[in-house]
């Protein structure tokens, strides 16, 4: 049963999500903010991960404490629904492109969390989102995921274009990471026998 449901409170969030590794890309999104839920509905969708979040924030200040909440949320949920990690393929990378935009996306699922983040995006803003916060949602995922996340732009001209792209290559990467892996289903991806 590779699913895991977290509920995260604070002074300035309360979010509520719910995983489903071997689901079909079934996606619920709610927090309030319009373009971060259109992120959220690609990273389900194209992982197959099915994904519920609910997410009540400050928003009247702005959508860092939302976004970067859910990070940590989601990346609390993945942790809980791989356990021990037995059987999964562990490793991940799409390179993804979208119009103008090409991202790549290299992932480990090896409790070792560090991001390397190298997408410059030409605006501050898409629509009222602050594109800084797609680095500060991927930084909250690795660190509390235990992923180390490598996220490169290849080209890129059209701020929406970089960001889903993004999302997108994390989806189809970690897609790829925690499928079971049918030639080392009982095993421990690791010669240290644990992850």
């Not at 071997?22 to 992982?47: K, N, T």
């Not at 049918?182 to 095993?187: G, H, I, L, N, V």
Request: net charge negative; proline share 3%; aromatic share 6%.
């Amino acid at each position: 049963m590779r699913k895991a449901e977290i509920t995260r409170r604070t002074a300035e969030t309360e979010i509520s999500i719910a995983v489903d590794l071997d689901g079909s890309g079934r996606y619920d999104m709610q927090s309030g903010v319009g373009f971060f839920d259109h992120m959220m509905d690609q990273l389900a969708r194209h992982s197959l991960i099915d994904i519920t979040l609910r997410a009540k924030g400050d928003l009247h200040i702005d959508d860092h404490h939302t976004v970067e909440d859910t990070g940590i949320a989601l990346g609390q949920a993945l942790t809980q629904a791989l356990g021990d990690k037995r059987g999964i393929r562990r490793y991940g990378e799409c390179s993804l492109p979208m119009d103008d935009a090409q991202v790549h996306c290299a992932l480990d699922l090896s409790g070792r969390p560090f991001l390397v983040w190298n997408v410059p995006f030409p605006t501050q803003k898409i629509g009222t989102f602050d594109t800084e916060l797609v680095r500060e949602f991927f930084q909250a995922l690795a660190t509390h995921g235990g992923i180390t996340l490598h996220i490169d732009l290849r080209h890129g001209v059209n701020s929406h274009h970089i960001a889903e792209a993004a999302f997108k290559a994390v989806a189809r990467a970690l897609r790829m990471a925690v499928e079971t892996d049918p030639r080392k289903a009982d095993a421990i991806p690791s010669t240290k026998g644990t992850l």
